[in-house]
């Protein structure tokens, strides 16, 4: 079974930084998708960024491309969100998801492709 645990978010000030990390206990990320997506209060559901099993591949939002980086240490079985920058727009419920499959950037957007989910880690950004 897949458990998924998201770690790393708190209370930030604008301009701020936080690195959030996804811990993988029950699969190696280095065969598996990992995404990071988002929640606003009132909002759906946001895709973050996406990166590949082996780490070669990325794809982050056009949203916060600049700001958010997804990377990972395979060692670790551990995928990280750097986050740079951060607006109090950023607010959300942080959560990482994992799916199986093969990379493809038409797929990677959309939270119905993961498999499995973690239980989120809340992000806020003050003003």
């Known amino acids: 079974q897949v458990q998924l645990v998201e770690s790393g978010g708190g209370l930030v000030q604008a301009g701020g930084s936080l690195r959030l990390s996804c811990a993988n206990s029950?699969?190696?990320?280095?065969?598996?998708?990992t995404g990071w997506f988002r929640q606003a209060p009132g909002k759906e559901r946001e895709f973050v960024a996406a990166?590949?099993?082996?780490?070669?591949?990325?794809y982050s939002a056009e949203s916060v491309k600049g700001r958010l980086a997804i990377s990972k240490d395979n060692a670790k079985n551990t995928v990280y969100l750097q986050m740079n920058s951060l607006k109090p727009s950023d607010t959300a419920v942080y959560y990482c998801?994992?799916?199986?499959?093969?990379?493809?950037?038409?797929?990677?957007?959309?939270?119905?492709?993961?498999?499995?989910w973690g239980m989120g880690t809340q992000v806020t950004v003050s003003s």
């Open positions: 990166i590949s099993g082996s780490g070669g591949n990325t």
């Open positions: 029950g699969r190696t990320f280095s065969t598996d998708i």
């Open positions: 998801a994992v799916r199986q499959g093969s990379w493809s950037t038409i797929a990677v957007p959309w939270s119905y492709n993961y498999h499995y």
